[in-house]
């Protein structure tokens, strides 16, 4: 890895694209931590697994598609809606399945995950085989390549990104409310099914604008360790959110630059060795509950709660 | 129709079919006790945490034996496991959540770890992880009836093929021997361990023997193999029986139902025809079983939510 | 056998006549206390109550009573033995929630772990196992559904094959978290029937409870807890206005 190159991408000095790519990133990130704090709060980490590799098979498709109709085929602009496509078809499937039999939710997730999957893996194959690189841009897809987004993919992420961010910050108190107490967030008006529907899509559109970032397989990992880390900091859903959001929009910064400096490595992998750091780190050292201060906040509430019953 | 090449058919395809089918039958049974468990996203963890551990077992020792590959993925599984616990017991954080966060930052790493050893070395290729080798698993066949019948030419059957013979028989041995024991531990643990039948040792020995399976399951065929064969024969026995010992058959029955329709889909009914050439089996075996698994649901008699 | 543990262990002989004896058991959720420095002794023949508001420790009273939770400090000894040697003769009925009821199983299979400590994990259940399961499973009143899955059995007898299964182990000391909550009254009253039966034949049972209403009726002692200091007496003494406003006046917070 450039170490040199490394810094100057940190000052955005590593040629025109990086500024944007980084920005993208960064946005990403965030709204990533942001949408994933309601998802972990909801528990709904598996679901965002099953949306981030559901989304091969369609991103496949409309690879062939393209091609068939002399299209550019590794165009976001057609392998987004297709990845989209067959995300929503995913969670219809798993929806269906939860419905109708007795099946546990992890199988349910997990086998339409690895059916999905299974058929974008087919579809690629075949792409594969094609003369030419074709198959380059889509295999880019699978563990992302932020070194290699035009300007135009990162402008289009970015949006994506903000868009996000948008909808999760105008809904985030009802879906904090809805994660909380689902039974006071129907008294109050908001409509759960509503607020879940509005969860997947947010959910769904995060894990589509990481597919050139992170990629299909890795893109739940993205939403939930920022989470999962802000718990551990924080006993609060609305600090908790920040602190998520914040961790995903560093990380994502971060990220960016160690992958314009390791252009051989895939930024995904990257990314979330990075997260994961800052997870286990998290784990032993933060205050709330990291362990290292487990004995004593123990005593200290030990000593409360006596206090508190005191015999008069 | 073209007459079979037969010869090429037990050269190219025999090895994957007696591979696929062996793990296939262990990764039913070990599938349908974790679906008993309801710790079915533990199969999903286990296929995507032995990655880095085979990669450190391949970059240690510079082999690709199928026992030291095994060693390492075991290893890793084991980590997952260990880490999930000691993370879930101190973190306010469920089970699932700690789960859902691990595995995917497991399988980062192992990627990480092979993209910067591999350097453009393809057979170390990420996209290996994913699709397996199951198409290219081969063999010298024997040519005449006289080869066929001498032992020394299954000599010659790739590795991972008695690999998987192997996993088959040690976890069907361990089923058998215990049994009981599981059966009492899936359904009550406390129980168990109060009638005195050590579901810690007998859970923790299953958990090796699942793990063990993951890990030939994905030197196979990859992530998605590995899921997919874990999880839907025995979900789909799951939804057709309520007795304990049908549901262990049943899924044997689909499992390996799945690895002949679809290796025969992916290498052959597809090519022929669309005209493209032999695609992915891990890929055709996991497509089918989401539509087995739909089909079960859809037109298997009615199982009601409990 | 190594495959199953043994039961030998050195007894306090002051307690071997003990089936419950709880000394400055500190137990808590994370890194909250629920209890501290609880006592509770439980003789042969009584069947007591825990009783409480939420949150208060029963069910970490029971859980940490079965090492299902460690506890911060306290002992705990079962007939003046530690929980590893004295497992045999104690058996737990968890909150039907907490089961899988969708597991593959009939009422006799489940009633039949009751004899593998006898029969060892491979030797099948012979003539005079089964006579065991039967007896066991007549005198819970389960013989006709002997054979369904348990997913189909009601409430009151999902109950009882759990105390059919402790029949055949020969336990002595039943733990039971909840048994009552969500049963008609009739299935309540037969139930309090069989345990009372049961207990009166020289067992002894500890029973989370969670209906304030009926305790005084059906139990003779109470560990009450909650706000105020634990408890444990007479069922009047413990609901005594006073006690009872400490005990829910001061709620936990969740």
């Known amino acids: 890895m450039d170490f040199e190159l490394f810094w100057r991408a940190l000052c955005l000095d590593a040629g025109p694209n990086h500024a944007w790519v980084a920005a993208a990133l960064c946005f990403l990130g965030a709204a ?231 252009p051989e490595l895939s930024t995904g992998p990257l990314l979330v060795c990075l997260l994961g750091l800052a997870f286990a780190g998290s784990l032993a050292v933060a205050p709330r509950h990291g362990l290292l201060w487990r004995g004593l906040r123990r005593r200290a509430a030990l000593e409360r709660w006596r206090a508190e019953r005191a015999l008069p | 129709m073209n007459s079979w090449d037969w010869s090429r058919l037990a050269a190219l395809d025999l090895p994957a079919l007696l591979c696929g089918s062996a793990l296939a039958l262990a990764a039913s049974s070990a599938g349908t006790l974790l679906l008993l468990r309801r710790q079915g996203l533990f199969a999903d963890g286990l296929s995507h945490a032995v990655l880095p551990g085979v990669v450190l077992a391949f970059l240690w020792t510079g082999s690709r034996a199928p026992a030291v590959l095994l060693a390492g993925g075991l290893s890793a599984g084991l980590v997952l496991a260990l880490a999930t616990r000691a993370t879930a017991r101190r973190a306010p954080l469920d089970a699932g959540a700690v789960l859902g966060a691990l595995y995917p930052l497991f399988f980062a790493f192992g990627l990480l ?194 | 056998m190594i495959w199953l543990r043994s039961d030998a262990g050195r007894v306090d002989p002051a307690l071997a006549q003990v089936p419950l004896s709880v000394t400055g058991l500190t137990a808590g959720y994370g890194d909250r206390p629920v209890l501290a420095d609880l006592d509770l002794t439980l003789g042969r023949g009584e069947l007591s109550a825990v009783i409480g508001p939420n949150g208060a420790g029963k069910s970490t009273l029971l859980k940490s009573l079965l090492g299902l939770t460690r506890p911060w400090s306290g002992r705990v000894r079962f007939f003046g033995l530690p929980l590893e040697q004295a497992r045999a003769r104690i058996s737990y009925v968890p909150q039907r929630e907490e089961v899988d009821w969708g597991y593959p199983a009939s009422a006799r299979e489940v009633v039949e772990m009751g004899r593998y400590p006898r029969a060892g994990l491979w030797r099948r259940l012979d003539a005079k196992d089964r006579a065991a399961v039967d007896q066991a499973l007549e005198r819970v009143g389960l013989e006709a559904q002997a054979d369904a899955p348990i997913g189909r059995l009601s409430g009151g007898q999902q109950q009882r094959v759990f105390l059919a299964r402790a029949l055949c182990s020969g336990a002595e000391l039943f733990l039971l978290d909840e048994p009552f909550a969500g049963l008609d009254a009739r299935s309540e009253a037969g139930l309090h029937t069989l345990l009372a039966e049961l207990v009166a034949e020289g067992r002894s049972a500890l029973v989370v409870h969670h209906d304030l209403s009926s305790v005084a009726e059906r139990f003779q002692r109470a560990l009450l807890l909650g706000g105020g200091p634990p408890r444990l007496g007479p069922v009047a003494e413990v609901l005594a206005a006073e006690a009872l406003e400490r005990a829910y006046g001061t709620r936990l917070a969740p």
């Open chain 1, 32 to 262: 990533a931590g942001q949408v994933g704090s309601f998802a972990l709060l909801r528990r709904r980490a598996l679901l965002v697994d099953v949306l981030g590799h559901a989304t091969l098979p369609g991103v496949a498709a409309a690879f062939l598609l393209a091609l068939a109709l002399g299209l550019e085929p590794r165009s976001l602009a057609w392998l987004w809606p297709g990845g989209a496509l067959s995300a929503a078809l995913a969670t219809y499937a798993a929806d269906w399945l939860l419905a109708r039999t007795r099946l546990e939710p992890d199988a349910v997730l997990g086998a339409v995950l690895a059916s999905f999957f299974g058929l974008g893996l087919l579809l690629l194959s075949h792409i594969q085989t094609l003369p030419g690189a074709a198959s380059a841009g889509l295999d880019r897809l699978l563990f992302g390549q932020a070194a290699a987004l035009q300007r135009s993919d990162a402008v289009a992420l970015l949006a994506l990104a903000l868009l996000a961010g948008a909808l999760a910050s105008l809904y985030g108190r009802r879906l904090r409310t809805l994660a909380f107490d689902p039974g006071f967030a129907r008294l109050a008006g908001f409509r759960p099914e509503r607020l879940d529907r509005l969860l997947h899509a947010l959910l769904g559109l995060v894990a589509l604008a990481a597919l050139p970032a992170v990629g299909a397989v890795l893109a739940v990992a993205l939403v939930v360790l920022p989470a999962a880390t802000a718990r551990l900091w924080s006993d609060s859903a609305r600090r908790m959110t920040h602190i998520a959001t914040g961790l995903g929009a560093a990380a994502g910064y971060l990220g960016a630059a160690l992958s314009r400096a390791a």
């Open chain 2, 113 to 306: 770890l092979l993209e910067g050893a591999s350097g453009g070395d393809l057979d170390l290729a990420p996209s290996h992880v994913l699709f397996g080798q199951l198409e290219q698993l081969a063999w010298r066949a024997p040519s005449d009836l006289e080869g066929w019948l001498d032992p020394a030419s299954y000599r010659r059957l790739p590795g991972l093929v008695w690999h998987s013979l192997g996993l088959w028989l040690g976890s069907a041995l361990w089923l058998r021997l215990a049994g009981r024991a599981l059966f009492a531990s899936g359904f009550d643990p406390v129980g168990a361990r109060l009638l005195g039948l050590r579901p810690g040792l007998f859970e923790a020995a299953t958990l090796v023997c699942c793990a063990a399976i993951a890990v030939g399951l994905f030197q196979v065929g990859g992530v998605v193999l590995a899921l997919a064969l874990l999880l839907v024969p025995a979900a789909c026995a799951r939804l057709l029986t309520d007795r304990y010992r049908t549901q262990f058959r049943l899924a044997a029955l689909f499992g390996v139902l799945l690895i002949w329709a679809g290796y025969g889909l992916a290498v052959f009914l597809l090519p022929a025809l669309l005209g493209t050439q032999s695609l992915s089996a891990a890929g055709g075996i996991s497509s089918l079983a989401g539509l087995l698994l739909l089909g079960v649901a859809r037109f298997g008699p009615r199982r009601a939510r409990v």
